[in-house]
């Protein structure tokens, strides 16, 4: 994927806290990255703006990758660019990379996948129609498996 294949993205500094004794970001800061990223990505989605409209918006991850390309480091001001790929019956993935602000220079990629399930403890449900409809509308393309 390139950079330009993202309609969104959100912008963050790299905070002290973050990174390891090498001033580099420790490697499970990338996934809280993208937990900003997919949260902003909602958002500007609308899902917040109808959160109580929708039915029972439980996800779980089910599934994380990340692919490291180069380092990011203390200070630095990074792009965490979010896209939905697609939708399954109860599963939506999200892809993401990561890159200097502004800039098109990998630092990370991966894929996220998150479960619909009924309650927190419950068995998986199909997406609902809600969400589906808002994401497709805001990539503006199908993304029904």
Not at 33 to 58: C, F, H, M, N, Q
Not at 77 to 84: A, L
Not at 104 to 115: H, N, Y
Request: hydrophobic share 45%.
């Amino acid at each position: 994927m390139a950079r330009s294949d993202f309609r969104f993205h959100v912008s963050k500094r790299v905070r002290y806290a973050e990174i390891d004794a090498q001033a580099v970001v420790f490697n499970s800061r990338y996934l809280e990255y993208v937990d900003i990223g997919i949260t902003e990505y909602w958002r500007a989605a609308g899902v917040y703006d109808r959160w109580t409209a929708l039915e029972s918006p439980e996800f779980h991850v089910a599934r994380a990758e990340v692919d490291y390309k180069a380092p990011i480091l203390l200070d630095e001001e990074i792009d965490i660019c979010v896209r939905c790929s697609r939708v399954g019956r109860s599963s939506m993935t999200f892809l993401f990379e990561l890159h200097g602000r502004d800039k098109d220079d990998l630092r990370a990629a991966g894929l996220e996948v998150s479960v619909h399930v009924e309650e927190a403890r419950g068995a998986t449900a199909p997406v609902p129609d809600a969400f589906v409809n808002l994401f497709e509308a805001f990539e503006g393309r199908s993304l029904r498996a």
